[in-house]
């Protein structure tokens, strides 16, 4: 405990803009630990995008533009047979890009006859690439869709083994918990709707702060997602069965850990401690980023705590219209762009919704944390009243990422 004020006196100091000679001193690993997020992502973006390239000149041989037509088409096809709502496919053209390199990634290292740091780095790369971290925010997205279906997605008898086949199978790779989603995504964070007893709340911090983001990665998503902060919370509330869930999965995750350290730390650590890690700072940012926004003055308002992306062409199953996820969990993933569209000239332009047009995530976590490009960020802000003028708008910005409580 001690360490941890300690650390967060550290934190404060460099928020602080300390200009004595020890603040220097003291902020200077800090200063490594701000950038090291955005140097991790550019060089890893930087591989994923050759990748990328790569598979586009690869695009170009005869067939293999025909291999994703017949992966997309078969598909609508097994999900018409096997899925209790046949617009689910996506769930299933996910599962056949994933599986199979997942499966060819571990086979080589397996079969390889000494443990190979480049099939690791590769398996890492190829897991959450390629082009702009597509298979991780693809999956990410099917985990967590999959969470909210809690009748499932398949018919008997294929649900015995793919209902809970991404945060059951291929969540270990990435590093996710078993029961993350189905426990404690839809028992807290759903449940509190980011107030300050859920443990992602995003509400004390000023989101135009990197450090204050920083903070959050170690304080609210590695507590959170290493289970723990679950557990505690199920414990506290005296929800037993969510708690008993919740256990089962920390316990099969943390077992697995140990039993690889056991067999081979290298093969442990490159691929489940490392993706873990990954996992749990591309899960702060996108929570971060989806509740960047909130009105002090009503801070559980829907409609200005979550936000809305619209003509964004990295989303992925409508997960940015993410507004219309949390007013009904239970929609269907495909009626949230129709939900938002039936109501953004009604009670989305009454609430005073966030919405943003042109933009991906990734830019409105990059503009709002340099708060001097708020203004930029302005220049998509959808403006449903049709009434504020840019510095209204910035000024609407700046107040709706300040801390609260």
Not at 103 to 127: D, E, K, M, R, T
Not at 152 to 164: A, C, I, M
Request: glycine share 4%; with cysteine.
């Amino acid at each position: 405990m001690e360490k941890n004020i300690a650390f967060l006196d550290i934190l404060k100091l460099g928020r602080n803009n300390v200009s004595s000679g020890l603040g220097k001193l003291l902020l200077y690993p800090l200063n490594l630990m701000a950038i090291a997020p955005y140097i991790y992502v550019f060089a890893l973006e930087l591989t994923s995008k050759i990748l990328f390239y790569i598979l586009e000149i690869l695009r170009w041989i005869p067939g293999v533009k025909k291999i994703a037509e017949i992966r997309d088409r078969t598909a609508i096809i097994v999900a018409k047979k096997t899925m209790k709502d046949p617009r689910d496919y996506p769930f299933l053209q996910t599962i056949f890009i994933i599986t199979p390199l997942l499966v060819i990634s571990l086979s080589l290292q397996l079969l390889s006859p000494g443990f190979s740091w480049g099939l690791a780095v590769a398996h890492i790369i190829v897991l959450f690439g390629p082009r702009k971290l597509d298979f991780y925010f693809h999956f990410f997205a099917c985990k967590h869709l999959e969470a909210h279906r809690l009748q499932g997605l398949y018919k008997k008898p294929y649900n015995l083994f793919l209902d809970r086949y991404f945060e059951w199978f291929l969540g270990i790779f990435y590093g996710n918990i078993p029961e993350m989603e189905r426990c404690a995504h839809v028992g807290i964070h759903h449940a509190e709707n980011n107030n300050l007893h859920d443990n992602l709340s995003t509400l004390k911090y000023d989101r135009t702060n990197l450090f204050h983001f920083i903070e959050y990665v170690f304080y609210n998503s590695y507590w959170h997602n290493s289970g723990l902060g679950a557990l505690v919370y199920f414990y506290r509330n005296k929800r037993w069965k969510l708690f008993r869930q919740m256990a089962v999965g920390v316990i099969f995750f943390y077992s697995a850990v140990l039993i690889t350290l056991w067999l081979d730390w290298r093969f442990s650590l490159m691929y489940l401690i490392l993706p873990h890690l990954i996992h749990q700072c591309l899960n702060a940012f996108l929570n971060w980023t989806w509740h960047i926004f909130a009105d002090p003055e009503e801070p559980q308002n829907y409609y200005t705590g979550s936000i809305t992306l619209i003509e964004d062409e990295d989303d992925f199953m409508y997960e940015n219209y993410h507004l219309s996820h949390h007013l009904q969990p239970a929609r269907h993933w495909s009626e949230n762009y129709t939900h938002f569209q039936a109501h953004q000239n009604g009670v989305y332009r009454d609430k005073n919704a966030m919405v943003f047009k042109g933009i991906n995530l990734k830019k409105v976590f990059v503009l709002t944390t340099r708060q001097t490009n708020l203004d930029e960020l302005a220049k998509h802000y959808v403006d449903l009243s049709k009434k504020l003028d840019r510095q209204e708008i910035i000024k609407l910005l700046k107040n709706r990422t300040s801390p609260i409580y």
